[in-house]
């Protein structure tokens, strides 16, 4: 999302930083509270991602010599060895191995770990020059013939550091109950210092090394080790395996295709060049197959399927790498409604399309790095929208959207897809989305102007931001004031908008099961507290094949 | 056809003075004694249910049926989404292209003729209405449909002979299709019914009436679940409830089309010079089964232009080998899907008035739920595997001990 979705756009935001500028040292002198800064060799932790039945990813980045510091291009070539067993002890190691690393690709090491049982635990660590890392904690997703009675996921997304401390994390990291934490996007930031921070004067609670915008590799190298060593982020990642995708500033804000809002190729070159770099950073420091492997070099595709028993499988998708430049604002030619427009791109479209018809399981949980429900002001019905554009082609057919960035901006895109649902009687999708920093539970209609008389496809919940500003904190309200009438006034004009809660900061937990999906919203207390407290606020969810949201009265019990 | 002169007829009177025709093979018991011990299974099939109508509030009795037994939401109807092959999938467990059984309608081409599958030599396998008989069970059907009562013919131990007949639509009424469903239970108790409840598919199928079709579906909606539980009622007052297995389903799901949304393929077959004349169209409400009449040795080139061609045509969705969707040869050369809110009207795009419609794809996902207090129905459970129509039979095979017919079942039971 743009760092500024809400009402100010890029320029007034940094004026607004530099008139905050004095209070940047308050975060400077604050550490990272790295777990793992007394082990000289794995300074960024262990991670685990990808579960797949018999296999997971398993992740460490070495730091063999003091200069081999990340982004630096130098430290020698070593051999960093790996286990996994059935016990935090290790006396039932299953498999082990060996990992060449070096500079070339940053220290960092990436595997899969193979022969491994469906839905067990398993502990991974590694081992250099005599010194081990961090145990790690993971498991395995349930055979693909299985029937698992419950699935359950942490979900987060837009984690900003220089915004607070990730105290969401560290409370999903408490739980002993999850299968795995899916991160919809924007895990990393890549602003300068001052440019976007904690609150409408921008300052920074902790500031972003490199001390620039990253855009050459070893910045976004250097970015992703920040953000590795930060300990709830690290608690996390050493309990459960993560399931990511990125949304647009893993690599830059609003990007798109062949550029972004945040990249002058002016003073900042290439943009294909740039996005190289970001994703070759990703694939070295994230958790997940990019082209469909841990291998580097091998393609950064990164929309793909995990599948957990019957219950449910997981599209992620990619809506930044293949679509098509958003539409200029104020929207008056009704571009958002172009069908040469894409937000998946013509493949992506393909494979989502084909997996959701190949009814493998009974939920179909969609990964989705932004928001798919219509958002509009006000909604007109279809019929009554295409007789105007008969007319003058002004409207976009889902009427005026807020947020061109998401799939609001690409209409067609989304008409395809939930034709795609209705024609094939697909029900039970579930898209999870992040992107907005605001937590929402919404039906999907085929057509929001008729809704609900018209019939709904499918549903959404959108997790909150676990640091980045949302609305109260742009307007400079307090909690639960001016937002209660935004959030009024959208549920008003869209009516498949069920829950909205503009103000908090947090992180969720859905519950998979085959009588119901439940999404539970938890909130922290400030986040430049980096003790910051979590608590429930609300629970939503959708009963099997309804294809509606409905009110839960409290959250699932560990 | 049916051999009237070996059928037996009781006619059988209710509390209210109303009669009920049975009819069964002659020499058959005309009623057994019930006993607390007595294995028993109902398949009460809501023709046309979409899933999303049981927990819509209107219909409390099947809800209840549905959480307090083995719920499956990921259920579908198996192609064609019609109600004739779905009821025989139920009872034979095997896909069309082994029972005969693909659509409602078929172009005939011994005939020549396109006409319902309603004859009982239609059907090629075996049902477990006689198998069970085979093995010393009572099996029974209450079946509000015309042409379901003509293809399951004689195979049950007791029929019920529906009537009275509404005109337009060809069925009986819940009402009357449950009082003749308590009255076989009371009369005859076999140890299967097997009940076809048609008022949900027939009020979108006939509301030429001028009422609103949500009206009107609600009305059914709520009359088929007051008659579902007269039907629990009667099995729990009279102690059959504690050894029954419920299944509950529909045959297919139900969707609207639009006025303006119509799909008719005859005439651009027509005018298509390879193909005027010699296509052959089974309208099956959201499928057409389109057939070449030309000379064979014409047929791979026909076949490929009369794809190209339905595939062109706007509201269609998708066109298929009937091999691909294991119908059989009977279902003609391909298949074509419309799209939702679509439907097909050939030859004329006056032809098919009708605006509640299925058969294609978005009419797949059914209601499928086992109660009853059988020992073998786990009690308030949702499960995620697939269930199709398909897995009726092998279920009630289960219930009764029954081997796999030859060749195996395609379904699998859910019990």
Redesign the interface.
């Known amino acids: 999302m743009k760092r500024d979705e809400m009402t100010l756009d890029r320029r007034s935001l940094l004026t607004a930083s530099a008139a905050g500028a004095g209070a940047l040292a308050l975060g400077v002198s604050l550490p990272e509270r790295a777990g793992a800064a007394a082990n000289p060799y794995f300074q960024h932790g262990v991670a685990s991602g990808d579960p797949h039945p018999h296999s997971v990813i398993l992740w460490t980045r070495v730091t063999p010599t003091t200069a081999a510091v990340p982004g630096s291009g130098r430290g020698p070539v070593v051999q960093v060895t790996w286990q996994i067993a059935r016990d935090r002890r290790f006396s039932n190691v299953v498999s082990k191995g060996t990992f060449a690393t070096g500079a070339t690709r940053d220290h960092t090491v990436k595997l899969e770990a193979t022969g491994l049982r469906p839905r067990t635990t398993y502990f991974y660590r590694f081992h250099y020059n005599g010194v081990a890392s961090r145990t790690g904690q993971t498991k395995t997703a349930p055979a693909y013939t299985s029937?698992p009675d419950n699935l359950r996921f942490g979900v987060v997304s837009c984690a900003n550091l220089q915004a607070g401390w990730f105290s969401a994390y560290r409370h999903l990291a408490k739980r002993n109950d999850l299968d795995a934490v899916l991160h919809l996007g924007d895990y990393l930031y890549e602003y300068a210092p001052g440019e976007y921070g904690y609150g409408n004067a921008n300052k920074d609670i902790r500031p972003h090394v490199p001390k620039k915008e990253m855009v050459a590799l070893g910045d976004y190298r250097k970015r992703h080790a920040q953000y590795k060593q930060d300990a709830d982020l690290q608690a996390l990642h050493a309990k459960v395996p993560f399931i990511v995708t990125w949304d647009d500033h893993e690599v830059t804000n609003d990007e798109w295709k062949n550029g972004a809002e945040n990249h002058d190729p002016a003073t900042e070159g290439s943009y294909a060049a740039r996005k190289r770099r970001a994703h070759r950073a990703y694939d070295e420091w994230m958790p997940a197959r990019l082209g469909d492997t841990v291998a580097l070099n091998d393609g950064t595709a990164l929309f793909r399927n995990l599948r957990f028993?019957?219950?449910?499988d997981l599209s992620m998708l990619d809506l930044r790498s293949y679509r098509s430049e958003q539409v200029a604002v104020p929207i008056a030619d009704g571009a958002v409604s172009d069908p040469a427009r894409t937000i998946t791109g013509n493949g992506q479209m393909r494979w989502l399309k084909d997996t959701l018809s190949k009814?493998r399981?009974?939920?179909r949980l969609i990964g989705n790095p932004v928001m798919i429900a219509p958002v509009v002001f006000p909604p007109l019905p279809n019929d009554v929208t295409s007789a105007v554009n008969d007319v003058t082609g002004l409207l976009p057919e889902d009427g005026s959207p807020y947020n061109v960035d998401q799939w609001d901006g690409y209409t067609a895109d989304r008409h395809e897809l939930f034709?795609h649902l209705?024609?094939?009687?697909v029900?039970?999708t579930v898209f999870l989305t992040g992107d907005i920093h605001s937590g929402w539970a919404c039906d999907l209609p085929l057509d929001a102007g008729t809704y609900p008389v018209t019939r709904s496809v499918a549903t959404e919940f959108v997790c909150t931001s676990v640091t980045s500003n949302n609305l109260k904190d742009i307007t400079n309200n307090p909690s639960r004031t001016t937002s209660l009438a935004v959030e009024a006034g959208i549920q008003t004009t869209n009516r498949h908008v069920k829950y909205l809660n503009f103000d908090d900061h947090g992180y969720s937990v859905l519950d998979v099961?085959?009588?119901r999906t439940q999404m539970d919203y938890f909130v922290i207390t400030d986040r430049a507290d980096p003790k910051a407290t979590s608590s429930w606020t609300a629970s939503w969810a959708t009963?099997?094949?309804?294809?509606q949201v409905h009110a839960v009265d409290g959250p699932v019990t560990r | 056809m049916m051999d009237m002169n070996r059928r037996s007829f009781i006619r059988a009177g209710a509390a209210g003075g109303a009669t009920y025709l049975f009819s069964s093979a002659l020499g058959t018991p005309m009623a057994t004694g019930a006993t607390s011990e007595k294995q028993r299974a109902y398949v009460l099939v809501v023709d046309g249910c979409r899933p999303d109508e049981i927990g819509s509030g209107m219909m409390p009795r099947l809800q209840a049926l549905r959480d307090g037994g083995m719920n499956y939401p990921r259920a579908r109807s198996l192609p064609i989404m019609e109600t004739i092959p779905n009821h025989v999938m139920m009872m034979t467990g095997v896909r069309p292209d082994r029972s005969g059984v693909p659509a409602n309608s078929i172009y005939d081409r011994g005939e020549n003729v396109v006409r319902d599958l309603d004859r009982p030599s239609d059907l090629h396998f075996p049902t477990v209405l006689e198998r069970l008989q085979d093995k010393g069970f009572t099996t029974g059907t209450v079946l509000s449909k015309e042409y379901l009562f003509g293809i399951f013919g004689q195979r049950a131990t007791y029929r019920w002979e529906p009537e009275p007949i509404v005109p337009v639509s060809g069925h009986s009424p819940d009402q009357f299709t449950m009082d003749a469903a308590i009255e076989m239970v009371e009369q005859f108790d076999p140890n299967l019914v097997f009940v076809n409840l048609g008022d949900c598919d027939r009020v979108g199928h006939a509301d030429l009436t001028g009422t609103t079709l949500a009206v009107a579906r609600r009305t059914a909606l709520v009359t088929v679940d007051t008659q579902v539980g007269r039907f629990v009622d009667l099995l729990k007052e009279t102690g059959r409830w504690e050894n029954s297995v419920v299944v509950v389903l529909a045959d297919h799901s139900m969707d609207w089309s639009r006025p303006d949304r119509l799909i008719s393929l005859q005439p651009a077959f027509d005018a298509d010079p390879m193909l005027a004349g010699k296509v052959q169209i089974a309208q099956n409400g959201g499928a057409d089964l389109l057939y070449w009449t030309g000379s064979p040795d014409r047929r791979t080139d026909a076949v490929k232009r009369i794809r190209e061609i339905a595939a062109a045509t706007p509201g269609v969705l998708s066109v298929h080998d009937p091999a691909d969707l294991r119908l059989g040869a009977r279902a003609g050369d391909l298949v074509a899907y419309c799209k939702a809110g679509w439907r097909f009207s050939d030859p004329r795009p006056y032809s098919n008035p009708i605006p509640g419609n299925h058969g294609h794809p978005a009419t797949q996902p059914i209601p499928f739920f086992i109660s009853g207090g059988h020992g073998s129905v786990r009690r308030a459970t949702s499960h995620s595997v697939l269930a199709q129509t398909v897995d009726v039979a092998p279920t009630i095979g289960k219930v009764f001990g029954l081997t796999d017919p030859t060749g195996g079942y395609d379904g699998r039971a859910r019990l």
């Open positions: 029937s028993g019957t219950l449910a009814d399981a009974q939920w034709a209705a024609d094939h009687g029900n039970n099961t085959s009588k009963d099997a094949d309804t294809q």
